[in-house]
């Protein structure tokens, strides 16, 4: 049916919310991995994006913090930002936005009783799944950190839901270690790291691999040996790497996981690697606002560079209006819009839900544009174009159905 300015929006936003996801990164892992799923209100307030919003709008020391149990650690965040502060950052906006999708009204209840309430409501990662419309996702899993990895010892959990990548960042951050650890895990074979990457893929099956870098260590990946093996590695196994680019770690270390912030990158550097492993797939973020226009052009001058997602800082709704109109703009919609970076299962909902809210009326501008232009749009090229964006761009460039 050619649809018209009249009823297009209605149409769209039932698309939208109808589509299923597939989350190309996120920190979650399957409810059978024991100390590694979280979920939660608890859980959900002690996200570190909270925990650095509490550490910096209050003088509470980190360490301190740190040192209570996760329900002090949340009722805490609970008191400070939402009771005696107004919760209008993205992150506390994140917790209502949960809460109202799952009827909790919160007038004057304590911490504890909002607690049971919704602990009632979401009981396993399946609920969240559900009310997130997320069909599988994509976990970030550590090959060097063994009792984590240990994940893919089991097999009572469903890798349909919930497939692997292969996290690298800690043959950057400390190469002698890993090297000692693949040793260990191959007896000592020639070209150990890639063997072990080998032997963790015929485990795992991972969809990609994945790096975060900044200007400090992205010659790493020219000068090193290793990685120009592990780039063949992963051209022969036809996976991307995916580049996560500007963190610089430990910004304040006291803060722990919060305590990460954003360092430089040189983008030059980038396209000099699209054009020295042409056969290399890479899917790239970043996260500083002042590289986005640069990396839009550059994903215009490499097939094998794909952009994904509002990485961490980008996720903001003010930012994500203005750089997803200049990807459209630039790319029309050959790039992967959004990605969640959940930690916490629950976040699955609000992050997803933050992003359509945005998604809906930026689309649809460009369809009534296309409309006064007389080109007929139909509820079929709305299901296409929805479908290549939530999920179909993602997965036919890591080669999944
Ligand atoms: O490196 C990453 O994958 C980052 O997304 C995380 O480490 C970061 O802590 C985060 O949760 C951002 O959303
Ligand atoms: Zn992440």
């Known amino acids: 049916m050619i649809l018209s300015s009249d009823n297009i929006s209605n149409t769209l936003l039932n698309i939208i919310n109808g589509t299923p996801i597939f989350d190309l990164h996120t920190h ?3 409810p059978k991995h024991e100390g590694y799923f979280l979920l939660g209100f608890k859980n959900l307030l002690n996200y570190h994006y909270l925990i650095a919003e509490l550490l910096t709008a209050t003088n509470i020391d980190a360490s301190t913090f740190y040192s209570y149990n996760d329900e002090k650690k949340a009722s805490l965040i609970w008191n400070e930002l939402f009771e005696k502060r ?9 917790v209502l936005s949960i809460l109202k999708e799952l009827k909790i009204v919160i007038n004057n209840k304590s911490f504890l009783s909002i607690c049971d309430e919704y602990d009632n409501k979401i009981q396993s990662d399946k609920n969240v799944l559900e009310l997130s419309n997320v069909s599988s996702l994509v976990m970030t899993n550590n090959p060097f950190d ?36 693949a040793k260990d895990q191959t007896s000592n074979q020639e070209n150990t790291i890639v063997t072990y990457l080998e032997k963790c893929y015929s485990q795992s099956y991972p969809v990609y691999a994945a790096v975060s870098l900044n200007l400090d260590t992205f010659h790493t990946i020219f000068k090193d040996t290793i990685w120009k093996d592990i780039l063949v590695w992963l051209e022969n196994k036809n996976l991307p790497l995916s580049l996560m680019l500007g963190v610089k770690r430990a910004v304040n270390k006291d803060f722990g996981l919060a305590g990460d912030g954003i360092g430089d990158i040189n983008l030059k550097e980038l396209s000099n690697l699209c054009n020295s492993f042409p056969k290399n797939k890479f899917l790239v973020t970043c996260l500083s606002l002042n590289d986005q226009h640069e990396l839009t052009v550059l994903a215009r001058k490499h097939p094998n560079l794909k952009i994904f997602g509002f990485w961490w800082f980008m996720n903001q709704p003010t930012i994500i209006k203005q750089i997803l109109k200049m990807r459209i ?27 359509k809210k945005i998604l809906h009326p930026i689309l649809l501008e460009y369809y009534q544009d296309l409309l006064d232009k007389n080109f007929p749009i139909s509820e079929n090229i709305l299901h296409r174009d929805i479908d290549s964006l939530l999920s179909g761009n993602a997965k036919k460039y890591l080669g999944i159905k």
């Not at 107004?86 to 994140?94: F, K």
Request: aromatic share 14%.
């Open 86 to 94: 107004t919760p209008v950052s993205e992150a506390c906006a994140g």
């Open 329 to 355: 703009d630039m790319l029309g919609f050959s790039f992967i819009p959004q990605h969640s970076d959940a930690r916490v299962s629950d976040q699955l909902i609000y992050k997803w839900s933050h992003f």
């Open 28 to 30: 979650l892992f399957p």
């Open 146 to 181: 063994l009792d984590e990895w240990s994940l893919f010892n089991t097999n009572d959990w469903n890798k349909k839901i919930y497939l692997a990548s292969l996290r690298l960042d800690d043959i950057i951050v400390d190469y002698e270690e890993t090297l000692k650890k």
